[in-house]
């Protein structure tokens, strides 16, 4: 059964940093491109960052370049997202997902406020 | 960025009866591997996302019959043949051609 468990997520004052993780089981996780994609509370979905395979190629959503880094380690069958300078317009639960969004996590929720 | 349009946002529907989402892109999501990569998600209530329909008309594993997706280009459709209980819920199409990939506004199937 394929899984994907976030953490790390929580209360981060404006300007503060998160570093998000997920862990991958039930599925080849070195074989396929992984994202990160966020739901602000009541709306909809947006895309945040993705990266390849091993982890040579990464795409950021233009408000988050610069201050949110994506990266994976294959030996742990992890995916991360490392967010610096977090804003209140960040604030949102945050899914891991890959396979082009076949597989998808519970989600953590990132709340950045003072 | 590629904008997804979907219609309706809202759509009431009667168990047992059929339902259709459209939705259209800003541009064609042909992808130079010749590939549309169109994918239909679906949202429960309080519950995270989950994808029914890849690369236009394919379902995944485990998804019911009734429903079905078509379309080509810029134009896609996902439809239900007879909604049940369990169909409620938000549904996004969202297009994986070009980075970064991008989600429709979302359609709220209630009953």
């Known amino acids: 059964e394929v899984q994907l468990v976030e953490s790390g997520g929580g209360l981060v004052q404006p300007g503060g940093s998160l570093r998000l993780s997920c862990a991958a089981s039930g599925f080849t996780f070195s074989s396929y491109w992984m994202n990160w994609v966020r739901q602000a509370p009541g709306q909809g979905l947006e895309s945040v960052a993705n990266?390849?395979?091993?982890?040579?190629?990464?795409n950021y959503v233009d408000s988050v370049k610069g201050r949110f880094t994506i990266s994976r380690d294959n030996a742990k069958n992890s995916l991360y997202l490392q967010m610096n300078s977090l804003r209140a317009e960040d604030a949102a639960v945050y899914y891991c997902a890959g396979d082009q969004m076949g597989y998808w996590g519970q989600g953590t929720l990132v709340t950045v406020s003072s | 960025d590629v904008v997804m349009t979907q219609s309706p946002l809202s759509l009431p529907v009667t168990l047992g009866q059929p339902a259709s989402i459209s939705c259209r892109s800003s541009q064609s999501l042909v992808n130079s591997d010749g590939n549309t990569y169109l994918n239909w998600i679906q949202q429960r209530p309080g519950q995270s996302p989950r994808r029914l329909i890849y690369?236009?008309?394919n379902r995944d594993s485990g998804v019911p019959d009734r429903f079905s997706g078509r379309g080509s280009g810029t134009d896609f459709t996902l439809k239900i043949s007879r909604v049940e209980a369990e169909d409620v819920g938000v549904y996004y199409c969202?297009?994986?051609?070009?980075?970064?990939?991008?989600f429709g506004q979302g359609t709220k199937v209630e009953i």
């Open positions: 969202m297009q994986g051609t070009d980075w970064p990939a991008t």
């Open positions: 690369k236009v008309s």
């Open positions: 990266i390849n395979e091993d982890g040579s190629a990464k």
